[in-house]
T-cell receptor, first 119, second 111 residues
Framework: GAVVSQHPSRVICKSGTSVKIECRSL??????MFWYRQFPKQSLMLMAT?????????EQGVEKDKFLINHASLTLSTLTVTSAHPEDSSFYIC???????????????FGNGTRLTVT | DAKTTQPPSMDCAEGRAANLPCNHS???????VYWYRQIHSQGPQYIIH???NNETNEMASLIITEDRKSSTLILPHATLRDTAVYYC????????????FGKGTMLLVSP
């Protein structure tokens, strides 16, 4: 089945530093990937849609200058949390859809998430 | 995406069938019903999806009512590893839309 690999699985960083999270589709190509954030005991919230070769689309309330997204190839999207603060501590999850499948009703596949802790 | 309603939690004995209900009374004709689950501290895992016919795969069965206003996910023989939050999501067929997650149902499978 389609596999989405996310790295790192856990990261601890100091306040003010930047952290990069990678999301790779291992056995399929993805023109579009999605980044979610999940706080404890809450559901997943969409942060942004990452489009290969173009700018990401951010959801309302998500700062594009703080959460930099790069989708440079059909198998890799990165999310960089810049100048991280403790309130950015969260579980970040990416997902991707196989571009080779028919439009619409093919499922999204999710990575295993990255637990970010900012101290 | 259309809104769904799920019970916040359910219990199931190991080896028994787990039947997880979902109401989606405002579903549109071109929207599919998707089920995902999230085991603690992991990313969501795709289970099954359907439009109007019942569906079955190696993980579960999906029963959709004839009016499509509700559905039931069936895990035929629940195991302890099926303990997770189960999300029922409706998603348009056309386009490349994302998934909007609600609060889901926390299924606890006990010995």
């Amino acid at each position: 089945g389609a596999v989405v690999s996310q790295h790192p699985s856990r990261v601890i960083c100091k306040s003010g530093t930047s952290v990069k999270i990678e999301c790779r589709s291992l056995d399929f190509q993805a023109t579009t990937m999605f980044w979610y954030r999940q706080f404890p005991k809450q559901s997943l919230m969409l942060m942004a849609t990452s489009n290969e070769g173009s700018k990401a689309t951010y959801e309302q309330g998500v700062e594009k200058d703080k959460f930099l997204i790069n989708h440079a190839s059909l198998t890799l999207s990165t999310l960089t949390v810049t100048s991280a603060h403790p309130e950015d501590s969260s579980f970040y999850i990416c997902s991707a859809r196989d571009s080779g499948q028919g439009a619409g009703n093919s499922p999204l596949h999710f990575g295993n998430g990255t637990r970010l802790t900012v101290t | 995406d259309a809104k769904t309603t799920q019970p916040p939690s359910m219990d199931c004995a190991e080896g028994r069938a787990a039947n997880l209900p979902c109401n989606h009374s405002t579903i549109s004709g071109n929207e599919y019903v998707y089920w995902y689950r999230q085991i603690h501290s992991q990313g969501p895992q795709y289970i099954i999806h359907g439009l109007k016919n019942n569906e079955t795969n190696e993980m579960a069965s999906l029963i959709i009512t004839e009016d499509r206003k509700s559905s039931t996910l069936i895990l035929p023989h629940a195991t302890l590893r099926d303990t997770a939050v189960y999300y029922c999501i409706v998603r348009p067929h056309s386009g490349y839309s994302t998934l909007t997650f609600g609060k889901g149902t926390m299924l606890l499978v006990s010995p």
